[in-house]
């Protein structure tokens, strides 16, 4: 099993530009997150899915979308990308949402110039 | 506000000088606590969940404990491969993460 798979690894983008982050999981597990992490700070929720067809916002969702067409798919859209932004963005998935651990990839790191 | 607060932010130890990191928590009903450790370049990996006052688990060199406030992992006999950032987050209806112990061990 490979848990759970980001892309890409790496990305630059300018100032106004979109893309998309990816995260598929192959533990078919009900519950996806994904969260940024900044310097100095500890991971912050920006959006969660609790299965296919339904997501809600975490507590940094601004400047976010995000869609759950399948159970394995989780992917988080940037509309109009922003300095702010740059950050490393890590998905993650667990069971259920109650106190199983959550399980994370190794995360995309997005700098916005 | 629920805050989870880890000390010391870094850590350098000598290899087998045992030690402690500490995660301190202010939550409304605590569902779980959990440990992370995660290496640079990589996400955070899984290690322990303790669930009430007064549960222990070990891993290796590694135990976490717990208390109605707080948390501790100690670190017995640290080996070089131990070298990583570890996470404390507390479990409300959401994961509320400490900022991290940057722990380096040298030979």
């Known amino acids: 099993n490979a848990g759970v798979t980001q892309t890409p690894k790496f990305r630059i983008l300018k100032i106004g530009q979109s893309m998309t982050l990816q995260c598929a999981q192959d533990?078919?597990?009900?519950?996806m997150y994904w969260y940024r992490q900044d310097p100095g700070m500890g991971l912050k929720l920006i959006y969660y899915s609790v299965g296919a067809g339904i997501t809600d916002k975490g507590e940094v969702p601004n400047g976010y979308n995000v869609s759950r067409s399948t159970t394995e798919d989780f992917p988080l859209r940037l509309e109009l990308a922003a300095p702010s932004q740059t950050s490393v963005y890590f998905c993650a998935s667990s069971l259920d949402r109650s106190n199983q651990p959550q399980h994370f990839g190794d995360g995309t790191r997005l700098s916005i110039l | 506000e629920d805050q989870v607060t880890q000390s010391p932010e870094a850590l350098r130890l000598q290899e087998g000088e045992s030690s402690s990191l500490n995660c301190s928590y202010t939550v409304s009903g605590l569902r779980g606590l959990f440990w992370y450790r995660q290496d640079p370049g990589k996400g955070p990996e899984f290690l322990f969940t303790?669930?009430?006052a007064g549960e222990e688990k070990e891993k290796e060199r590694l135990k976490a404990t717990l208390t109605k406030k707080e948390s501790f992992l100690h670190i017995t006999a640290p080996k070089p491969e131990d070298s990583a950032t570890y996470l404390c987050?507390?479990?409300?209806?959401?994961?509320?993460f400490g900022t991290g112990t940057r722990l380096q061990v040298f030979p």
């Open positions: 987050a507390a479990y409300t209806d959401k994961l509320i």
């Open positions: 303790l669930y009430s």
């Open positions: 533990m078919n597990h009900n519950y």
